[in-house]
């Protein structure tokens, strides 16, 4: 019985070619494997702070298979560790109307941020990969989220590509709103004036206030009693 953790050494990893088909293999399960492969998990040595991996190489990787709609609307995040840094690429049809000419304004409501990129195109809106009504699936909440395309009567100029996070529904629909209103106003500053008639410039500031010490809620006590 060992009663010590062995450590491979430099000196005795020996590396062998791995050779891989990717002929209708599915994409994550087949990166799964290459990165076992790169790793060196697949041996017993295998040690986490030294490379014991093999070298691999990819076969027919032009006919692999990507499941689902990943290929059109699947999103890519990259982020540096600083506060601030994250940066999305999108695959496929997504990275076209990345490398169109767009207006973009970020909203927020409650605890939700919404960032928003206004493509032309025929009035197409996308929420974190997915269909505005598909996302929400709550009556009304398209006609909110949209309402500055209906005040400024641009609803069918646009394609919005939309990605909105934190809080509830209530609070994504708010943020989205207000995104679509700061983009269309990079992009027009004639609707302005529309566009914060109708309230939809204006950060809304109310947020459900914090429960005091002592009370049931922010402002209720509990029933007083006099004895």
């Given at each position: 019985?060992?009663?010590?953790?062995?450590?491979?050494?430099?000196?005795?990893?020996?590396?062998?070619?791995?050779?891989?088909?990717?002929?209708?293999?599915?994409?994550?399960?087949?990166?799964?494997?290459?990165?076992?492969?790169?790793?060196?998990?697949?041996?017993?040595?295998?040690?986490?702070?030294?490379?014991?991996?093999?070298?691999?190489?990819?076969?027919n990787a032009s006919k692999i298979k990507?499941?689902?709609?990943?290929?059109?609307?699947?999103?890519?995040?990259?982020?540096?560790?600083?506060?601030?840094?994250?940066?999305?690429?999108?695959?496929?049809?997504?990275?076209?109307?990345?490398?169109?000419?767009?207006?973009?304004?970020?909203?927020?409501?409650?605890?939700?941020?919404?960032?928003?990129?206004?493509?032309?195109?025929e009035g197409t809106v996308v929420v974190?990969?997915?269909?505005?009504?598909?996302?929400?699936?709550?009556?009304?909440?398209?006609?909110?989220?949209?309402?500055?395309?209906?005040?400024?009567?641009?609803?069918?100029?646009?394609?919005?590509?939309?990605?909105?996070?934190?809080?509830?529904?209530?609070?994504?629909?708010?943020?989205?709103?207000?995104?679509?209103?700061?983009?269309?106003?990079?992009?027009?500053?004639?609707?302005?004036?529309?566009?914060?008639?109708?309230?939809?410039?204006?950060?809304?500031?109310?947020?459900?206030?914090?429960?005091?010490?002592?009370?049931?809620?922010?402002?209720?006590?509990?029933?007083?009693?006099?004895?």
């Amino acid at each position: 019985m060992m009663t010590k953790t062995y450590a491979v050494k430099r000196a005795e990893i020996q590396r062998e070619w791995r050779v891989v088909d990717a002929d209708g293999a599915t994409l994550g399960r087949l990166a799964t494997r290459i990165a076992v492969l790169l790793r060196g998990k697949h041996r017993a040595t295998f040690t986490t702070h030294i490379d014991t991996g093999d070298p691999v190489i990819v076969l027919n990787a032009s006919k692999i298979k990507v499941t689902g709609k990943k290929l059109q609307a699947k999103q890519y995040v990259r982020h540096s560790g600083y506060r601030g840094t994250a940066s999305d690429r999108a695959q496929g049809g997504d990275s076209a109307m990345k490398s169109a000419p767009y207006f973009q304004g970020t909203g927020r409501r409650k605890t939700s941020i919404a960032r928003v990129r206004l493509v032309p195109g025929e009035g197409t809106v996308v929420v974190n990969g997915k269909a505005l009504d598909d996302y929400f699936g709550r009556d009304g909440a398209t006609d909110r989220a949209t309402l500055p395309f209906t005040v400024t009567n641009t609803a069918r100029r646009f394609n919005a590509m939309i990605k909105v996070e934190g809080g509830g529904v209530t609070g994504q629909i708010g943020a989205i709103a207000h995104g679509i209103a700061r983009a269309l106003q990079q992009m027009d500053k004639e609707l302005g004036p529309a566009l914060r008639r109708a309230g939809l410039l204006t950060r809304d500031p109310r947020a459900k206030e914090r429960k005091k010490p002592g009370l049931k809620r922010a402002r209720k006590a509990p029933q007083f009693t006099k004895r």
